[in-house]
């Protein structure tokens, strides 16, 4: 036979459980993007080599770059900022 006090305790563990389950850590919510559409970055390879981006997307750990009126449309390919080694913004000119 069942004890009367199980069921209770057993619907109390699950609600219990559910909630820590659903819980959010708080710092997760409060971080800030490295990077922002609309951003003018420079982002750099392992070959050492620099690229500029005005950033007019952004999807995942890609970066899509406004077109370059130097550079054909066919060129223009996504970033992938995952495997850059390191980014800086353009000081700004006064």
Not at 5 to 14: E, G, I, Q, T, Y
Not at 74 to 80: A, D
Request: proline share 7%; with cysteine; charged share 20%.
């Amino acid at each position: 036979m069942r004890q009367s006090w199980s069921v209770p305790v057993l619907l109390a563990l699950a609600t219990l459980g559910g909630y820590a389950a659903g819980a959010r850590p708080v710092g997760a919510q409060s971080e800030e993007p490295l990077i922002r559409v609309g951003d003018r970055v420079l982002v750099f390879y392992n070959e050492g080599r620099g690229q500029q981006c005005q950033v007019v997307a952004i999807q995942g750990s890609f970066l899509r770059c406004a077109p370059d009126p130097l550079v054909t449309p066919r060129q223009q390919e996504w970033l992938n900022f995952a495997t850059a080694t390191g980014f800086r913004r353009p000081e700004k000119s006064q």
